[in-house]
């Protein structure tokens, strides 16, 4: 059984941090790594995108494997702090070494980032496959799970600030030789090393902070040991039926689209960044916290508005929010309406439209983990098996695996405009204006209209406050019979 009643802002507060330990993994890899071994070590961007998404098989693989092993793990640490601790010390060491190549040359840095991107995201799949699934168990009420994703959405917006932040701030400062400090390569593995070192103190953090709840967790019914071929056997069959509960595919399915999408324009947004805006180091810090800044004060209004509204409304508006303004800005600087580069307006204007971004969008976020863990619920009731694990790896795989597919995209799409790279380019002075605009459209309007995919499939989920409640009614009550049966 889930811990009956509210839950202490300590616990919840403990809970979270890992969420900062994978948004510290994803903002570094999702922001830098196609930058990384493109723009800077000279791979051509769609070699390089082909390597990252590698990781898309990989994860397809190892995310409802851990899932499923997970929930049906049985040990004194319970069903998922094991997987917590033995997931965070080689993250952040493979994390290091990805920015860390030891080879030169373009096929041998290719393999260098297949090997070690996928290292990474197997890693970081082990801890965080189990860290997603724990908070749909600590509680079953609808309003605290929101809370509870509240609280984790908090850290995973600071996490990814972070590796940005870190990384211009500390890392990637001007040089007399680079104008541009994110196209020093000796920067990166420093920069990987913090990072990393993060990524493990926030993931053993919530390890060690929440094992007194263990007891109060549910637990595994005993099983005999089954082989290699049984566990993936039983990975897919219970992969099937969690995409077989028609809610959670249309949810699942337009996490999918959107985060794809999403993966595309962080791929593109350090360009965006050094080329499209032409901002100084001390811009790119100013405008870094914009998003997250809006969407910590957007947590702070989400409980009051997922109460009065409902979560699949807030999950909508947040989407068409976060496509309105990731084109708005753009668009208005291509046709000439926006202040110019350089401008004493640019960065407080974008930095304002950031934060509205995020106060709008994270409403999105906060909902669909809520979603996610409503229907496990669901699921629970047709299947008669409480399996946090698998729904919360297929969510895993819908927001993860989209970094490795929109790195792909990028790649390909900046290989179509035949975007110049290499030591030469050091400012946008150095590209011609016409592929500034081409990079424009892609993560403005190309972006943006993309959402719409994500629009139909979210309409297409039905399960509503008083649906959840009438699941929560017939589960309690067989539950209750189950412990009262002589056999039980």
Known sequence: MAIQGRLGFTLKTNYGMAQMGESLVNGALGAFLLFYYSQVLGVPPSMAAMGVGTAVIVDAFTDPMVGSISDNWRSRLGRRHPFLI???????????MLFNP?????????????????????????FH????????????????????????????????????????WLFFKPTPEFINGQLNAAA?????????????????WTAMSTRHVISSLPQPKATARINLFEGVKRMALDSLAALACRNFFWLFLGVLMLFIIIGVGSALGVYMFTFFWELPREGILILAPAFPIGALMGITISPYLLRVTSKKAMLQFGLLAWAWFQMLPIVLRLLGWFPENGSDLLVPLLFSIGVIQGICTVQSNIAFGSMNADCVDEHELTSGRRQEGIFFAASSFATKAPVGIGNIIAGI?????????????????????????????????????????CMWCYSRYTLTREGHQEILVTLTARRQLAESSPTA
């Open 129 to 168: 496959i189990p860290h997603i699934a724990l908070g749909a168990e600590l509680s079953e009420d609808y309003d605290e799970r929101s809370s509870i994703v509240g609280f984790r959405t908090f850290f995973g917006n600071i996490g990814g600030l972070l590796a940005f932040v870190l990384g211009f």
């Open 413 to 453: 799409a900046l290989g179509l405009i035949d975007w110049p790279v290499g030591e030469q380019i050091k400012t946008a002075a150095d590209i011609a204006p016409a592929k500034i605009f081409e990079l424009g459209l892609l993560v403005g309007p190309g972006i943006a209209a993309s959402a719409l995919i």
């Open 102 to 126: 030891l080879v030169a040359g373009n096929i041998p840095l290719l393999i260098w980032m297949i090997v070690f991107v996928n290292l990474t995201r197997t890693f970081m799949t082990i």
């Open 86 to 96: 033995f997931g965070a010390i080689p993250t952040g060491i493979c994390l290091f």
């Open 188 to 204: 990166y593995p420093p920069f990987a090393g913090l990072i990393g070192t993060m990524v493990i103190v926030a993931t053993l």
